[in-house]
């Protein structure tokens, strides 16, 4: 009827306008109205899949074909799923790895090489010019924030990229709000992924000291796992606040358990007195 280019803008701005209502139904009526069209157990069902799978779950939902967006927006704001995904930057920013086979970009060297490549060196092309995104910035800048976590990822690969980008690391170091990191690393070994194989191909040791140093000047406290307990008194001798805990999350109470530890961390720098900026 509007052809492609308006028929395509259309819809688009139709179903943004449907979500949006669907939503602010969710937030004004909230769980009552469900309860009066959901049968209990239906009702049951839904409560565990928003605890255990969040944000993730109803993102994937939104791109199944003939699902209304409209029931899944409800339902999102009726169980307060309040997560925002936002970019690091607007701007394109590659991560490019110089390995024993050359230069590989990022998606080469985890997708197609399954990370077997030996690492010299990491890059990020274009951070120089890029700018935080608004949103990115917003959060960085937002003086409601009560604490930056850093949760266990690859340092090198996953965190550099974003600290990278100009402003960054002196945005997190002006708001008062405490940074908090959890170490990747357990006896030297990576929880996940490559972080380890990256860190000896750069003669780095593996270990939760080396996470802390590379961190050092970001972060205010850092979690370590049980088992490098004697790693503490050194990591503490930088400047960084370092609580031992189990870190390994085998299950769903081992994740909120966790959490609790950092929120526990966060709230110690927050009060202490050497308690200001991630």
Known sequence: LFGVWLGTLYSALGM?????????????????????FVRPDALARWDAIAA????????????????????????????????????????????????????????????????????RSIRFDGNERARSSPAFRAFIESSTIEAFV???????????????????????????????AVSPVVEGKSLKGPTGKIMGELDIPCSSVEVAAHYHGLIDGIIIDDADARLAPEIERMGIKVIVAPIVMQSQQHKFDLAEVVLSLARQLATGPSSLPL
Request: charged content about 20%.
């Open 150 to 180: 850093i949760c266990p990822s690859n340092p090198y690969l996953s965190i550099d990229p974003i600290t990278s980008v100009p402003g960054v690391r002196k945005g997190l170091s002006e708001n008062p709000a405490p940074v908090v």
């Open 52 to 119: 255990r799978r969040g944000p993730a779950f109803f993102f994937l939902v939104f791109l199944v074909p003939g699902l209304p967006d409209d029931i899944v927006s409800f339902v999102v704001e009726r169980y307060g799923i309040g997560s925002r995904i936002v970019p690091m930057s607007d701007d394109p920013v590659r991560t490019m790895i110089e390995t024993d086979m050359g230069t590989l970009a990022f998606q080469e060297y985890f997708v197609r090489e399954k990370c077997r490549p030996v690492v």
């Open 16 to 36: 943004l306008i449907g979500s949006a209502i669907a939503m602010a139904l969710g937030r004004a009526f909230g769980r009552p109205l469900v309860e009066r």
